[in-house]
């Protein structure tokens, strides 16, 4: 009963999921209440189309739309640790294993890593869209996803920093580091899933250019989570690579640009590309030095 209790009076927003740690049937799981989540969005936002002027609907309705799109799996996911709250072991969503560093220096390391992920992926996807742009079809329904996108996103300022920068990673760090890697790291070799968690997360973004981006990425925030077990790093990954691309957008001078090697000359593009590989090299190299508590990584048992 003191067990109990003490889990009870921990009862928050990551407690209320600790017990429930999904395999890779459990992530088809979650992945399917998604996306009923995105069809309850997508059902919302008509019915405030019946009341409110379109231009309103589509410049703000994502706002609404995208976090009722993650309220089925969140709630899935507390009924199924509730369950099993009382007989199995639960693992914390956020832990904050940070071996020899300081909480600041950490942080300061992520931001580093941030950017030189950003880097470092803008070749593989300049080439993905160069491969785009040699077949119509492929082409065709890039333009297409481009529009929906861009009437996503499509507001004022505030509105899509809200959505992509503070949203998209409380959101999506949730489901992707905090559910699903979480629960295959204590079931699976950590590479693995590491790879599966990150294929997800391409997944989730439904469209192939922004997958390949999402996978690149999603590697990086899954070792962070695998060597630190904190949620708040990832979402920091998450937090820049989302807000640089919404601030980067409302420069006219860079918003015509969508990839580094555009911007840039291309010997200047080299030498910062290998600077953002070497400095992407250094920041993982840092992260290793922590030691790893447990085979799954530096999550802590609840």
Avoid at 135 to 158: C, H, N, R
Wanted: glycine share 8%.
């Amino acid at each position: 009963m003191a067990l109990f209790a003490r889990r009870v009076n921990n009862y928050d927003l990551y407690a209320n999921h600790a017990w429930y740690v999904p395999g890779v049937a459990g992530m088809f799981g979650l992945l399917g209440w998604f996306l009923v989540g995105n069809l309850l969005g997508s059902l919302v936002t008509f019915i405030l189309g019946l009341f409110l002027p379109s231009s309103v609907v589509m410049e703000y309705g994502s706002l609404v739309a995208y976090p009722i799109a993650f309220i089925p799996a969140m709630m899935y996911a507390a009924g199924q640790s509730r369950k099993n709250m009382l007989f199995d072991p639960g693992y914390k969503l956020s832990s904050a294993n940070f071996g020899p560093f300081k909480w600041w220096s950490i942080a300061l390391i992520t931001v580093v890593l941030s950017f030189a992920t950003m880097i470092s992926a803008d070749l593989p996807n300049y080439l993905n869209m160069k491969v785009t742009d040699t077949v119509p079809v492929l082409k065709e329904f890039y333009d297409m996803i481009s529009a929906v996108l861009e009437q996503m996103t499509g507001g004022p300022f505030w509105s899509s920093f809200l959505l992509t920068a503070i949203f998209a990673p409380i959101f999506e760090e949730w489901l992707c580091r905090g559910m699903v890697l979480r629960g295959l790291l204590t079931k699976m070799k950590p590479g693995w899933a590491i790879v599966i968690s990150a294929f997800f997360f391409a997944v989730i973004h439904m469209n192939p250019w922004q997958a390949l981006n999402a996978f690149i990425i999603g590697v990086v925030m899954g070792y962070v989570y695998y060597k630190t077990g904190c949620l708040w790093l990832t979402m920091l990954i998450h937090f820049v690579n989302n807000g640089f691309a919404v601030v980067c957008a409302q420069i006219p001078s860079l918003s015509e640009y969508d990839f580094w090697i555009d911007m840039m000359g291309r010997s200047t593009y080299v030498v910062v590309y290998i600077a953002g590989l070497s400095a992407l090299v250094l920041c993982i190299m840092a992260f290793k030095r922590i030691p790893l508590k447990a085979p799954y990584g530096n999550i802590d048992r609840v």
